[in-house]
């Protein structure tokens, strides 16, 4: 198990088991989307609606870790940002890997594609020529140059 301070704020472990440190429910795509408040700390979408208060006519979120306050959007909590790092990491345990199957597969006439088809890519042309850089005295070395250009 990982310090709480070894990753970003809000993530209580490591990443392939966030979860709300308020609720212990891990993070999802649906009622439990990580949510990030101003101050960095990252809760579920759940609990940040539970915290959301009305305080003088203005909606405000405390945090519970640190105690500053994000203004809630006029969406709603909905509209506060995702904690991608959390978001992306759970998306990625939801979807199969996409690798492409090695040998490569055969064609319907039985041929398997091992190259690029010609004429695909156009064929560069000549390549310019640059020329050597000279030294200073234009002796033809490089050793003054790498002398920082002092002449020896």
Not at 20 to 47: K, M, V
Not at 76 to 89: I, N
Request: glycine share 8%; net charge positive.
């Amino acid at each position: 198990m990982q310090d709480a301070a070894a990753g970003p704020p809000g993530l209580r472990r490591g990443w392939d088991l966030a979860e709300c440190i308020i609720c212990y429910s891990a993070y999802d795509l649906s009622g439990h989307l990580p949510r990030r408040l101003y101050c960095g700390h990252t809760f579920c979408q759940a609990c940040v609606r539970r915290l959301d208060m009305s305080v003088h006519e203005q909606r405000w979120i405390p945090c519970p870790q640190c105690r500053q306050s994000t203004p809630t959007p006029r969406g709603g909590v909905a509209m506060l940002d995702l904690d991608l790092a959390a978001f992306l990491a759970i998306k990625a345990e939801r979807e199969p890997a996409r690798v492409e199957p090695w040998p490569p597969t055969p064609l319907k006439d039985g041929t398997t594609v091992t190259q690029q088809p010609p004429g695909l890519c156009p064929t560069l042309g000549p390549q310019p020529h640059f020329p050597q850089p000279r030294c200073c005295r234009n002796c033809g070395s490089l050793c003054c140059l790498s002398l920082g250009g002092r002449e020896v």
